[in-house]
């Protein structure tokens, strides 16, 4: 499914989460890159170097401790997964310098850590691999340091807001499920309704529009015969309520394995799938979340 994994690291926790989940994903001939992005040690209080407290290590450079770290992680995975490139790069820039990696091994999954430490701006906190998720033209994996890394992906939610980038988000999530012979939910969620019904009181959407779940259900399952291969065992579910909040209960109730969402969807209020609510997911998921960012698709022929 993968010849080239990229797994950026800063050595944190949710570094080694990040190349567990790769170590687990890739295929024997996919080949996993660990690359770490050296940035100014006068402005980075955890360089490498800071990472190593004894006295010897402060006469040594960036770029030794770097080689040493990496390798030492490349060791503890190579019982697993033995075809494990090491590589650094020196650059102030860490998005920039991430993804041009990425293009150079020609990756196409990008795994990282999505917390680092605290009070630091480091690659794996929210701002830089967010930044990351929104610009890379690869899909990319993200999982928390204490979120749950499946040791075989069996269930994938997929979140949709029925976009023409959730129908992407969809299309990989069968792809996946196909790969590792995993079950799939396709899940809508209705936000609460924000029109009155009276003055004093507000009601669900489902009372004041007659027959939208049935119609939701049906495009529901027009989505799955038109995307989903009938091999994959799949369903769909609609729920109501916050659309972030309900995407994570939903994970964490069916113990999904992986959560498959889009950067952003159309533009507009009345669109969720925007870049706040995937970010939120990502934020807080009890799972990995692959996301993919919104780019122009070629009509895909019928799997069946």
Do not use: K
């Amino acid at each position: 499914m993968w010849r080239n994994i990229l797994v950026p690291t800063d050595f944190s926790g949710a570094a080694r989460q990040a190349l567990q989940l790769a170590v687990r994903l890739a295929p024997q001939d996919c080949t996993v890159h660990l690359l770490h992005v050296i940035t100014p040690t006068e402005s980075d209080p955890y360089s490498p170097v800071r990472l190593r407290p004894e006295a010897q290590a402060r006469e040594r450079t960036p770029e030794e401790v770097t080689e040493e770290l990496l390798h030492q992680l490349s060791d503890e995975v190579a019982a697993e997964h033995g075809a494990v490139a090491r590589a650094w790069r020196r650059a102030s820039d860490v998005v920039g310098a991430v993804l041009d990696y990425a293009d150079t091994v020609e990756a196409e999954l990008i795994v990282l850590g999505t917390h680092g430490r605290r009070g630091l701006q480091r690659f794996l906190l929210g701002s830089v691999a967010e930044t990351i998720v929104r610009r890379a033209s690869v899909p990319v994996l993200t999982v928390r340091e204490h979120a749950r890394v499946p040791e075989a992906i069996q269930h994938i939610l997929v979140p949709t807001d029925f976009s023409e980038d959730a129908r992407m988000a969809l299309r990989e999530a069968a792809r996946w499920a196909a790969h590792f012979r995993a079950r799939l939910t396709l899940l809508h969620v209705l936000a609460p309704a924000v029109i009155p019904v009276s003055v004093t009181e507000m009601a669900a959407v489902y009372e004041v529009m007659p027959g939208l779940q049935e119609r939701i259900q049906e495009e529901l399952t027009r989505w799955i015969e038109a995307e989903v291969p009938e091999t994959v065992s799949s369903d769909v579910r609609i729920e109501e309520g916050p659309v972030d909040l309900t995407i994570l209960e939903q994970a964490r109730q069916e113990q999904a394995d992986l959560i498959v969402m889009a950067t952003h969807g159309r533009s507009g209020v009345a669109r969720w799938l925007l870049g706040s609510v995937t970010e939120r997911v990502l934020r807080q998921a009890p799972c990995p979340v692959l996301t993919l960012r919104h780019r122009e698709l070629p009509p895909e022929p019928s799997l069946h």
